[in-house]
């Protein structure tokens, strides 16, 4: 029954990584990017970025994960009702069937890209002035400065925020199955329904525990290499 | 014909004007001190003339040619205040180097991209060029340290050759030693004045009036936001005619 239990729990663990692992892959650049919008000059974009981070900040993951799995079918099925049709509203109204994991991947990547933006932003309005000024004077464009100067240092600098929130992260694949989507918990779960099994619920730490030591290990390696240098 | 000539600079930041009306030259070689009390405008001149601040008025020339003119409708591309601003060098007070890449690397990023950019050209190779300078200032045996482990005079100094590298026209300095013990004031004055008797054309904005004295060809005195007397240091030390000048300057006597 143990092996079994491994087995299977083995399974639902890959589905976590896939979720974790595609997220991180999105939300890191997308992130980036939102960081930009929110220090932007511009001030509609600016403030666009700024409302969309309050929003997502300020409601739960678990919230947005069943929004965006069921809203849109609503939205597909209420516009069938006043008789707009074409591919995409059906496309909507057939949402919640097969795409269960793609809703899961929409609302974790927006989630996390807009913590990231934080500490993206964060860290970049850290960076003193001096610096900036020091790469213009010597005849160095702004993306240059950026590159070559500036970002080396916000990475230091966001490596540790950044360490924590990426953990977080990992506890948060769990939330996948309040919208049924099959990952470790859930493969857990079935062990209780079917054979009245609680402990292979409490089994599962074992392999958040093992994946958050790893990445423990992988960021306390990454401090060190960029200690080599302090501003 | 001078080396650097401004005519009639304004600049505010906001209601509080800074600037009201500089105007002066320098001559190839010359050395020229500003002095005058915090908050009247000295390091926004130098600011200006690196064109990290913009001024509302002025013209700047090096050798006769305009590289800038505030009331000009023709707007500079990125590229042309790139190649402006490397007519002129600048060391901060608070040497603003890179602490992430060594001395020698912090003297040879902006060459390397410059040359790469075809905005300047080396002749020889970069690095050696780059030890070249960090020997002309002392720290020939350091190239391989990164800021944190130099003591503020000599992140100082790797400043001043990370600016000489570019062999700029002019080089700024805007008060170099005001975040250094005494001791450490001298090793980068010490320097200074090297670069002084290489025939460097420099102005420095100093609070060491010794130093102003010894070192400068000509000095000026800025009080709120205008240069209220200009001269020799002989004139300027001795007999200061301006009452201002006189003011400030017995502060320091007293001090001696």
């Known amino acids: 029954m143990f092996n079994e239990v491994t087995l299977s729990l083995f399974d639902g663990f890959v589905v976590t990584v896939k979720i974790f692992a595609l997220t991180l892959l999105f939300a890191l650049p997308i992130g980036l990017i939102m960081s930009f919008g929110s220090m932007s000059k511009f001030k509609p974009l600016k403030y666009t970025v700024k409302t969309i981070v309050w929003i997502i900040r300020g409601t739960p993951l678990m919230l947005q994960l069943i929004a965006i799995f069921y809203v849109p079918g609503f939205v597909g099925k209420w516009a069938g009702k006043l008789g707009i049709e074409n591919f995409f509203i059906d496309w909507l109204a057939d949402w919640t069937v097969p795409d269960r994991f793609l809703a899961v991947m929409i609302a974790f990547v927006i989630n996390y890209s807009c913590y990231f933006s934080e500490i993206y932003r964060g860290g970049i309005e850290s960076m003193p002035r001096g610096q900036y000024e020091a790469g213009a004077v010597l005849g160095m464009t702004k993306t240059q400065v950026f590159f070559k100067v500036i970002l080396m240092q916000v990475i230091k600098k966001i490596v540790p925020p950044m360490s924590n929130e990426i953990i977080t992260l990992v506890k948060d694949t769990s939330l996948a199955r309040v919208i049924a989507v099959y990952e470790i918990i859930w493969a857990a779960q079935k062990f209780a329904k079917s054979d009245g099994l609680i402990w292979p619920i409490f089994y599962t730490a074992v392999y958040y525990l093992i994946f958050c030591g790893a990445l423990t290990l992988l960021f306390g390696y990454i401090e060190k290499k960029l200690d080599y240098y302090k501003t | ?256």
């Open chain 2, 1 to 256: 014909m001078p080396i650097l000539e401004v005519i009639d600079m304004y600049k505010s930041f906001g209601n509080t004007s800074v600037l009201k009306g500089i105007s002066f030259s320098v001559e190839k070689g010359e050395v020229v001190s500003v002095i005058g009390s915090s908050g009247n405008g000295k390091t926004t001149l130098l600011r200006c003339l690196t064109f990290l601040e913009r001024p509302e008025r002025g013209i700047i020339k090096v050798e006769g040619e305009t590289i800038f003119d505030a009331l000009s409708q023709k707007k500079l591309t990125e590229k042309e205040i790139r190649k402006n601003r490397l007519r002129f060098g600048l060391v901060f007070q608070n040497f603003n180097l890179f602490p992430q890449y060594t001395a020698l690397e912090n003297v040879t990023l902006a060459m390397q991209l410059l040359s790469k950019d075809g905005l300047k050209k080396f002749n020889g190779n970069i690095s050696e060029i780059a030890c070249g300078y960090l020997e002309r200032v002392g720290l020939g045996d350091k190239i391989s340290y990164y800021p944190f482990q130099l003591s503020g005079g000599q992140q100082q100094r790797v400043a001043i050759a990370r600016a000489l590298a570019l062999n700029p026209d002019i080089l700024f300095f805007d008060e170099p030693t005001s975040a250094l013990d005494p001791l450490l004031t001298n090793e980068v004055l010490a320097t200074l004045k090297g670069l002084a008797r290489e025939n460097m054309t420099m102005i420095i904005v100093t609070h060491e009036m010794k130093f102003a004295k010894e070192v400068s060809d000509k000095v000026i005195f800025m009080h709120e936001g205008r240069i209220v007397e200009s001269g020799s240091p002989k004139q300027i030390f001795e007999n200061p005619e301006n009452v201002k000048t006189q003011e400030f300057l017995s502060g320091f006597i007293d001090k001696d």
